[in-house]
């Protein structure tokens, strides 16, 4: 059966820490691993990754893939209290997507 | 633009009544995409689209229904509402499928989500 698995569960750190969110999957037919940053309403789309080894970077976030391993991170370097927020990790296959139960990261000032 | 846009934004229904949940879009994407969102869960697809026209079932599409008449609209039909499909329900929308990965930056827009209650 496929599976989405994301580590911690919830996390809390102070305000200039760096977090690493943990994302690792089961899934026949690997298209591409996504990250999302869900807060009060809806997802919105942090990163597309398909390619081992290649960063993607966006400001202070940066995920990578390991497609031997199974898993993605995804990387926030000093944190700020806007990143509190839910992190989704989705993957997808030819005919589904499938998401992992989320990441509630909470930032303390 | 107004984006992905998703009414109402609250309902409560008994057990049996039908309702359909609207969602539009307003980008020209050819992809379209209903998901479920359970207290604690990921999301979950329910049926996508990849044209008017054209749909197809995704991983929990039991209990609903879809249309795709035109490019803008996906609604989401529910026939015999259930206290399972408690839930929140997000539309979303592409430009390309997201489900290949074929487009490296493919980035996937989100409606507000309707938050339905059935008891």
């Known amino acids: 059966e496929d599976k989405v698995v994301q580590s911690p569960l919830s996390l809390v750190v102070h305000e200039g820490d760096t977090v690493t969110l943990n994302c690792s999957y089961e899934?026949?037919?690997?298209?591409?691993l996504l990250w999302y940053k869900q807060e009060k309403k809806a997802p919105t789309f942090l990163f597309m990754l398909?390619?081992?080894?290649i960063e993607k970077k966006s400001g202070r976030l940066s995920s990578i893939l390991d497609k031997k391993e199974l898993f993605s991170i995804l990387n926030i370097t000093a944190t700020q209290t806007g990143d509190s927020a839910i992190y989704l990790c989705?993957?997808?296959?030819?005919?589904?997507?499938?998401f992992g139960k989320g990441t509630r990261l909470h930032i303390l000032p | 633009n107004a984006g992905v846009t998703q009414t109402p934004k609250f309902r409560i229904l008994k057990i049996g009544q039908s309702m359909t949940l609207q969602c539009a879009q307003d980008?020209?994407?050819?992809?379209m995409y209903w998901y479920r969102q359970d207290p604690g869960m990921g999301l979950k697809l329910i049926y996508y689209s990849v044209g008017a026209g054209i749909t197809d079932k995704g991983e929990v599409p039991n209990g609903y229904n879809v249309s795709r008449s035109t490019t803008e609209d996906f609604p989401l039909r529910l026939e015999l509402a259930a206290p399972s499909q408690t839930s929140v329900y997000f539309c979303?929308?592409?430009?390309?499928?997201?489900?290949?990965?074929?487009?490296?930056?493919?980035?996937?827009?989100f409606g507000p989500g309707t938050r339905l209650t059935v008891l």
């Open positions: 899934v026949t037919n690997f298209r591409s």
């Open positions: 980008m020209n994407h050819n992809y």
């Open positions: 398909t390619s081992s080894g």
């Open positions: 989705a993957v997808t296959r030819d005919d589904k997507i499938i």
């Open positions: 979303a929308s592409s430009y390309s499928i997201l489900l290949a990965g074929w487009y490296p930056n493919n980035e996937q827009f």
